[in-house]
C-alpha cells in the first residue's frame, strides 16, 4: 500500500496583529507587538493590566444578531479563521466528497467568557434562569461543530484538550486521519477568547503572567534574564491539510508538507515544564524519528517560548541536546514575543508562521531582547533571532508547544518535494 502524504493547502488566522494570515504574517516579519492595555474589562485591580487582544473586531461584521447569542467568542474567531483558510485552499467551490472532509479545533478552555456572564447574571432569590445557550457556548468541542454544520463536513469531527498543547494536538490528530484514509480533507486548528476577569485572575494566582504594566509591548520577552512570565493573548489559528494526491488532483496550491509529529509528557509538575527539558526532548526526538529526517536537517524552531524563567531555559536545554553541534546552525524563534500566549490555539498560530517561514524563507524574530538583559544559564551562541527576521532558506520547519499537565506535542513541516 502506498504511504498517503498530508499537505497544508490552506490557511487562516484571526490574531492580536492582525485579522487574516496576511496582516498577522507580515506584524510577524516586522517585528510588532500585540500587547496592550485590557479594554474588554475593568482591569484595574488586577496585578496584570495589558493582553494580546485581537483589535478592531465586531462581531457584528460577521454575524447576524442570532448567531451572536449562539456563539462565544473563541468560537466566532474560529469560524473566522477556518472559513479564511477554506477560502484560501479553494474546497468550498471545489468538487470535494464532504463526506470526507472533516474538522477537529480545539480550544484550552472554551467559553470562559460566557461561563463569567452567566454566573454573575444568576439571581439566587429569582431562582436559576440560564440562557439555553449557555452550554453550547462554554463547550471546548463546539467550534468543531459549528464549522461542519456551517459547511456541510461530515467526516470526523471533534475537538483535543490539552491544554496550551491543544492546538498542535488537532493538527496532529487531523494528519493521522488522512494517514489512516478516515478523511481526505481535515480543517484544523484552534481558537482561544481568555482574556476575561477569570483567565487573568486565574493565571495571575499562578504568578504565571507578566507583570509589566508599564511597558506592554516590552512584557513579552522569551530567553531574557528579565522574563516574568507570559502575556495572555487570544485570536484563533487554521489550517488546511489535506491528501497530497487529492490535493494534486484538484490543483491546490501547496504550502508545505507535513513530515512528522511527536508526542510525550514531562509526567512532572501540573503547570511547570520539566526543568531539565525531559519531555521537551522527548518529543522533539519522536517528531524527527516519525518524519525520518536527521536532526541536522531542520533549519528554523518555532518554539513554544512563552517567556517564563523554568520553561525558556528548559526549551533551550532541550534544544541543545537534540541537535547538538547543529543547534548552532539552525534558527530559533518565539513569535509568542508578539502575539502573547494564545493557550489552545498557540500551536495552529504558530505552525501557520512555521509553514510561511518556509514558503518565504524568513525566520520572525524572537522581539524584546536587549544585549545586556543575558541570562547567565542561557547559550546566547544560539541563534534565537533577537529583534530583527532572517532572511534564510528553509526546508524543514519544527514547531514545539507544551502544555500545563506536562503536555508536549510538535510537528515537523517540510517543503514539499515531487
Given at each position: ?10 490557511l487562516?488566522?484571526?490574531?492580536p ?11 510577524l516579519?516586522n517585528?510588532?507587538?500585540g ?12 496585578k ?5 487582544e ?10 447576524d ?31 470535494v ?6 474538522v ?26 440560564f ?13 468543531a ?23 498542535t ?5 487531523a ?8 478523511a ?21 494566582s499562578l ?19 528579565s522574563?516574568?512570565?507570559f502575556?495572555?493573548?487570544e ?10 494526491e487529492?490535493?494534486?488532483?484538484r490543483g ?18 501540573l ?8 519531555g ?20 528554523y ?5 512563552t ?21 548552532y546552525?539552525?534558527?530559533?524563534s ?15 498560530v ?13 525566520v ?22 533577537f ?17 500545563f ?11 514539499l518535494?515531487e
Amino acid at each position: 500500500m502506498v504511504q498517503r502524504r498530508v499537505v497544508v493547502t490552506g490557511l487562516g488566522a484571526i490574531t492580536p496583529l492582525g485579522n487574516d494570515v496576511p496582516s498577522t504574517w507580515e506584524a510577524l516579519k516586522n517585528g510588532e507587538s500585540g500587547a496592550a492595555p485590557i479594554t474588554l474589562f475593568d482591569c484595574s485591580k488586577f496585578k496584570t493590566q495589558f493582553a494580546c487582544e485581537v483589535k478592531d473586531f465586531d462581531p457584528s461584521d460577521h454575524f447576524d444578531r442570532k448567531a451572536q447569542r449562539r456563539y462565544d467568542r473563541y468560537a466566532m474567531f474560529g469560524l473566522l479563521s477556518a472559513k479564511e483558510a477554506l477560502n484560501d485552499a479553494g474546497i468550498l467551490e471545489a468538487q470535494v466528497d464532504r463526506n470526507r472532509v472533516g474538522v477537529i479545533f480545539t480550544s484550552g478552555v472554551g467559553g470562559i467568557a460566557s461561563f463569567e456572564q452567566e454566573v454573575r447574571d444568576y439571581n439566587p432569590e429569582s431562582g436559576p434562569r440560564f440562557s439555553p445557550f449557555f452550554i453550547p457556548r462554554l463547550i471546548a468541542d463546539i467550534t468543531a461543530g459549528h464549522i461542519s454544520i456551517e459547511h456541510g463536513f461530515h467526516g470526523p469531527n471533534y475537538a483535543t484538550v490539552s491544554a496550551c498543547a491543544s492546538g498542535t494536538n488537532a493538527i496532529i490528530d487531523a494528519y493521522h486521519m488522512i494517514l489512516l484514509n478516515k478523511a481526505d480533507v481535515m480543517v484544523t486548528g484552534g481558537a482561544e477568547a481568555a482574556v476575561s476577569i477569570t483567565g487573568i485572575g486565574g493565571f495571575n494566582s499562578l504568578n504565571a503572567l507578566s507583570t509589566r504594566n508599564d511597558d506592554p509591548q516590552g512584557a513579552s520577552r522569551p530567553f531574557s534574564a528579565s522574563r516574568d512570565g507570559f502575556v495572555l493573548g487570544e485570536g484563533a489559528g487554521a489550517l488546511i491539510l489535506e491528501e497530497y494526491e487529492h490535493a494534486k488532483a484538484r490543483g491546490a496550491k501547496i504550502y508545505a508538507e507535513l513530515v512528522g509529529v511527536g508526542l510525550s509528557a514531562d509526567a512532572y509538575h501540573l503547570t511547570a515544564s520539566h526543568p531539565d527539558g525531559l519531555g521537551a526532548k522527548l518529543v522533539m526526538k519522536n517528531a524527527l524519528e516519525d518524519a525520518g529526517l536527521k536532526a541536522e536537517e531542520v533549519d528554523y524552531i518555532n518554539v513554544h517560548g512563552t517567556s517564563t524563567p523554568v520553561g525558556d531555559l528548559s526549551e533551550a536545554l532541550a534544544i541543545k541536546e537534540v541537535f547538538g553541534e547543529h543547534a548552532y546552525k539552525l534558527s530559533i524563534s518565539s513569535t509568542k514575543s508578539m502575539t502573547g500566549h494564545l493557550l489552545g490555539a498557540a500551536g495552529a498560530v504558530e505552525a501557520i508562521a512555521s509553514v510561511k517561514a518556509i514558503e518565504e524563507g524568513v525566520v520572525p524574530p524572537t522581539i524584546n531582547h536587549d544585549e545586556e538583559d543575558k541570562d547567565p544559564e542561557i547559550d546566547y551562541k544560539l541563534d534565537f533571532t533577537f529583534n530583527t527576521k532572517k532572511e534564510r532558506p528553509i526546508r524543514v520547519s519544527l514547531s514545539n508547544t507544551f502544555g500545563f499537565g506536562g503536555h508536549n506535542a510538535s510537528v515537523i513541516f517540510k517543503k514539499l518535494e515531487e
